[in-house]
């Protein structure tokens, strides 16, 4: 391992390529400390500390976990990512309607960079939108210097706009010039920002004497054995695949016989990666706000307490929405990616098909019926994940904030962006006939 970290820095491409990465990546982290005009940066911070655990505050903090911002400090980087990936999705189910963006989807690369550019077009309005309703909801609280209502409001959608556009092409140059995914390292650089945070609110919470009323040594071995055991899981659905065996057909060109080769067609296990978590957790975030705006409205209400509080964070019931929602949009996520007609017509125009089924639609039908039976699984890994934190923290009694980072979308985003990081790095290696991370050449699991 420590050859294979040094060979990484004796290819000179490679080497820049990880430097660039870097120190765009510094660049990211310097906007966290630029805060937008007009606004009590102050209040803003302490309200930020006082509602953790207020609907708001928590559908607050949540944000941040999958967009790089930080809505609680109110910088100009305080959306983050989040309304290109707003964009991306919008885009991305029209792509299932819209008869001219499926069109696109299909024409390749070329296809694939006008999406890109329409994507960049809509997600100016979206952030202008955002940023807009995020202002609002400041001004409502009373965190706006008197006299400077629409002066501020004015600046704070143009900060904010020009700073995530500004995320967005730092994500693109990451993507040219450096090595990974730029959005992905943007959003798994703000989750691991939190960590040291986290880490040090655990540790201020570790009480070691016989009868301590704070986390003891049972609770804190539990949690170091649970994070490994879950870092390991997350690895496994994340690489897990589900081969489908194919035979090349044969054909016979002059005097010599070619095809017949073996391949197979790689079924991710967990097909929608980390968005079936995001789209549940987007969706359970405002029944517990709009439900206790309602139950402060209407006190004496039995009926609105009772929902409110069966919708709380660690209530049984809001786990089982939870994890039913994310059922629901993990199979909705395959269903808009996965296209098992379109598996069919390709492996039929190529001459390939599968043993014992015939081209066509029992070939679709087939590997549909094999891509819903494993989505069951990877769903039902992804709802453990989810609400492992909830658990932890209900029946440990340890802070939420701390707990988030044994599971949920942080853990998810940070396990699937580092391998696929590792990875490209390693491919590079590779290609420049050096060793890879492992004495194999590859990492495991990744190409079995």
């Known amino acids: 391992m420590i050859s294979a970290v040094a ?46 655990d207020s ?50 989807r299909q024409e390749g690369q070329v296809g694939h960079r006008k999406i890109q550019e329409y994507t960049r077009y809509l997600s100016v309005p979206v952030c202008m939108l955002q940023a807009l309703m995020y202002f609002r909801l400041l001004g409502s609280r009373g965190y706006i210097y008197p006299g ?18 500004f995320l967005m092409w730092l994500g693109e140059q990451i ?19 939190r960590m040291p945070w986290a880490i040090q609110m655990l540790v201020k919470d570790v009480d070691l004497s016989v009868g301590g009323q704070g ?48 391949s197979y067609i790689p079924l991710r296990v967990n097909g929608g990666g980390v968005m079936p978590i995001v789209f549940a957790s987007s969706l359970m975030m405002f029944p517990p706000i709009i439900v206790q705006q309602l139950a402060n409205v209407f006190r004496s209400s039995t009926v609105l307490m009772s929902i409110a509080e069966a919708l709380n964070r660690q209530a ?34 190529s001459g390939s098909f599968i043993p014992g089924l015939r081209p066509g639609k029992r070939t679709a039908d087939y590997i549909e019926m094999v891509m819903l039976r494993i989505t069951y699984y990877g769903a039902a890994f992804l709802a453990v994940i989810a609400v492992i934190p909830t658990m932890v923290a209900g029946w440990l009694g340890i802070r939420w904030q701390v707990a988030t980072f ?4 942080g853990l998810l985003i940070v ?10 790095i390693e491919a590079g290696l590779l290609m420049h006939s050096y060793e890879g991370f492992s004495e194999s050449g590859r990492i495991k699991g990744a190409y079995t």
């Not at 010039?177 to 959003?187: F, M, Q």
């Not at 490994?228 to 002059?254: F, S």
Request: charged share 15%.
């Open 7 to 52: 060979n990484v820095f004796k290819i000179r491409d490679l080497r820049n390529k990880i430097l660039f990465t870097v120190g765009l990546l510094m660049i990211y982290r310097v906007g966290f400390h630029i805060t937008c005009p007009g606004i009590n940066y102050m209040a803003v911070t302490a309200s930020g500390e006082s509602q953790d």
């Open 55 to 104: 609907p708001v505050g928590k559908a607050v903090q949540y944000m941040q976990i999958f967009t790089g911002g930080r809505l609680d400090t109110c910088t100009v980087f305080g959306l983050g990512v989040m309304p290109y990936i707003t964009a991306s999705i919008i885009l991305m189910l029209l792509g299932e309607v819209v008869p001219s963006i499926r069109k696109l």
């Open 148 to 165: 400077m209502q629409i002066e501020a409001q004015v600046m704070t959608v143009i900060a904010m706009t020009a700073g995530s556009m």
């Open 175 to 193: 993507d040219e010039y450096g090595v990974g995914n730029g959005i992905s390292l943007i959003i798994m650089a703000g989750i691991i920002d």
């Open 215 to 262: 986390v003891g040594p049972g609770k804190l071995i539990f949690l170091v054995v649970a994070f490994v055991g879950v870092v390991a899981g997350t690895i496994l659905i994340t690489q897990a695949q589900r081969r489908i065996p194919i035979q090349q057909a044969k054909m016979m060109r002059g005097h010599r016989m070619y095809g017949g080769q073996r």
């Open 316 to 349: 049984f019931v809001y786990s089982v929405l939870y994890m039913l929602f994310i059922f629901v949009f993990a199979y909705f996520w395959v269903t808009v990616q996965f296209q098992p007609r379109e598996w069919a017509k390709n492996l039929r125009d």
């Open 406 to 409: 044994l599971g949920g979308t």
């Open 415 to 424: 396990v699937s962006v580092s391998l696929d990081l590792v990875q490209k």
